[in-house]
Nanobody, 125 residues
Framework: QVQLVESGGGLVQAGGSLRLSCAAS????????MGWFRQAPGKERECVAAISWSGGSTYSADSVKGRFTISRDNLKNTVYLQMNSLKPEDTALYYC??????????????????WGQGTQVTVSS
């Protein structure tokens, strides 16, 4: 069982930056693929970034490529999402997710077994 707790969300002006963190419980964090998803009101959930168990492979959605960076620290059981050049359309509830998988980054929500409660990101124009 893995518990995930997100932090770092908030209100920021367009063009600003935020860094989301997701702290995971358990001693096998390094065996888990991790992902960041977001869902805005009236829209489907989408994967914005994902990272393999080792951190050696990452995925970024086209909508955030060049602006968002996912990383992980397996010693701290934490995955991060650095968000730069934020836009109003980035406003959403952001979730981290985990799945015990020693392969490439997972980008489909159904592939993940564990989810955090989410942290709100609001970007004002």
């Amino acid at each position: 069982q893995v518990q995930l707790v997100e932090s770092g969300g908030g209100l920021v002006q367009a063009g600003g930056s935020l860094r989301l963190s997701c702290a995971a419980s358990g001693r096998t964090f390094s065996s888990y693929a991790m992902g960041w998803f977001r869902q805005a009101p009236g829209k489907e959930r989408e994967c914005v970034a994902a990272i393999s168990w080792s951190g050696g492979s990452t995925y970024s959605a086209d909508s955030v490529k060049g602006r968002f960076t996912i990383s992980r620290d397996n010693l701290k059981n934490t995955v991060y999402l650095q968000m730069n050049s934020l836009k109003p359309e980035d406003t959403a509830l952001y979730y981290c997710a985990a799945d015990r998988y020693l392969g490439f980054p997972l980008v489909v929500g159904l592939e993940y077994d564990y989810w955090g409660q989410g942290t709100q990101v609001t970007v004002s124009s």
